[in-house]
Structure formats: C-alpha cells, structure tokens
T-cell receptor, first 111, second 114 residues
C-alpha cells in the first residue's frame, strides 16, 4: 500500500511560467489537502478537496493559484505566472476520515 | 485568531540525553493535538495524537502531555538517538465546517550530536 505520492519532487521555473504539482492520495482516500511551507516557517493550509469538489479554499491566494481533484487521476495544484515569492515546499496530504497522511512534498524554486 | 507557538525554536543535545519541547496554542473549537516529526526534505509523520480528555500519550521514547486548561502541550524525548535529529511540529486540529482543520506550529529543530 503505497503512501501519498507527489511529483515532481523538485521543480524549477522562471518568473512568469506555470507550475503544476501533482498528488496521488493513498489508495482508498478521497480527501486531499494542500499545504505550503516557506523556509523556517510552519505548514500553512491552502485547500481541501474531495473528489471533483473544492470543500475549503480559504488558504488559497485569490489569484494565480488553482486546485482540482478530478474523478480519475491525481490532484493538481496549479500556479500560473509564478513569482519568486512562490518558492516554497508544497505538501499534499490525504485522508479517509480524520487522520491525514503526508506526501514527501514538491520543492518549487522560481528563478 | 487560531495560533500554535512552539519553543525553543532550535535545540542541540548530546546523544543519550533527554529533552522536552513545548507547545502553546489558542485554537477554538479544539478537536485534538498531534505531534509530528519532519525529517529534512520529507513530509511530516505523526508521532502522537491526543484528544481533550487525554493528558499523556507515549509512543516508544516519545511521551506527549496535554493540559487542556492552560492550552499547553509538551513532547519529551528520552535517551535521544542521532536519528531523532529532525523538526518536531505541534499541530492542533480545529473543528471547521464539518471537518478538522490543522493549525501548524513552526516547529522545533532538534539536532542530536554524538
């Protein structure tokens, strides 16, 4: 039973490009959460999704960021027109009920 | 505002020694409190979880305490090992819109030296 998988593990983008981060939840889990971790800071909640639905996006920046969790395939966190301040580690977690299990993260670097 | 504060920010101890990490929180409505271990370059891994009615929980060499009245928790590590070097994160779960929303502390960065 594989854990939460995220890819890519490292992503480098130039300012203005798009970044797509993928998260495959644990088998049987229908809840996915995205978090962002800036250097020397704690994880900050971004968005909570269930299959095909966004449940809570209160932590998502209003512009350039979007997330989806389609019926088939991984959850995608999409960042358009990246800026240097988007450089961070992005973690995905999945759950069946309350316990969240975390993936290894994607480290995004914006040049 | 829901907040979780941890101290110290960083800590260096010698292998074999014990240490205690602190967590204070202002989260409402409180659901549960967890301690996670995060190795460098990895995602957080749960060590313990405590509900309102529990005041101590052990997992091997890790013992967590919870005082729901003062809204404080601690994580005690006994007989530290080099592999304990990591960030330890206090996470408080708040009931929000029908699900548990996690509020993370910034973590305590522990270095165990030989």
């Amino acid at each position: 039973n594989a854990g939460v998988m995220q890819n890519p593990r490292h992503l480098v983008r130039r300012r203005g490009q798009e970044a797509r981060l993928r998260c495959s939840p644990m088998k049987g889990h229908s809840h996915v959460y995205w978090y962002r971790q800036l250097p020397e800071e704690g994880l900050k909640f971004m968005v909570y999704l269930q299959k095909e639905n966004i449940i809570d996006e209160s932590g998502m920046p209003k512009e350039r960021f979007s997330a989806e969790f389609p019926k088939e395939g991984p959850s995608i966190l999409r960042i358009q027109q990246v800026v240097r301040g988007d450089s961070a580690a992005y973690f995905c977690a999945s759950s069946l009920q309350n316990e969240q299990f975390f993936g290894p993260g994607t480290r995004l670097t914006v040049l | 505002k829901n907040q979780v504060e941890q101290s110290p920010q960083s800590l260096i101890i010698l292998e074999g020694k014990n240490c205690t990490l602190q967590c204070n929180y202002t989260v409402s409505p409180f659901s549960n409190l967890r301690w996670y271990k995060q190795d460098t370059g990895r995602g957080p891994v749960s060590l313990t979880i405590m509900t309102f009615s529990e005041n101590t929980k052990s997992n091997g060499r890790y013992t967590a305490t919870l005082d729901a009245d003062t809204k404080q928790s601690s994580l005690h590590i006994t007989a530290s090992q080099l592999s304990d070097s990591a960030s330890y994160i206090c996470v408080v779960s708040a009931q929000s819109g029908g699900y548990n929303k996690l509020i993370f502390g910034a973590g305590t960065r522990l270095a165990v030296h030989p």
